[in-house]
């Protein structure tokens, strides 16, 4: 199992309720197929540049074991979400 630690940006006018949610789903979807060893929720956070008209957005880090095809998987199924507006998954592991 290979180490990774993915960021994701959430959308700021979500209720925290489905701030919440998302980071839920996102820990299902690494638990089907790796093991989350570390979440790490920033909160509010000013963006360095407009996104989506945003200026700030719900910061969310998440360390995670998993195996080479799960980011691949993960990346897809963050691109498709309306909920996350960026998201940066790092393979610690490589040199």
Partial sequence: MTNYELMFIIDPTLEEEAKNQ???TVK???AADGE???VDVWGMRKLAYLIEK???GYYVVVEFKGS???PKELDRRLRISDNVI???IVNKDEK
Wanted: hydrophobic share 40%; proline share 0%.
């Fill in 22 to 24: 998302t980071v839920e």
């Fill in 36 to 38: 989350v060893t570390n």
């Fill in 28 to 30: 299902e979807i690494i």
């Fill in 68 to 70: 080479t095809a799960l």
């Fill in 54 to 56: 945003k200026s700030e």
């Fill in 86 to 88: 960026r998201h940066l």
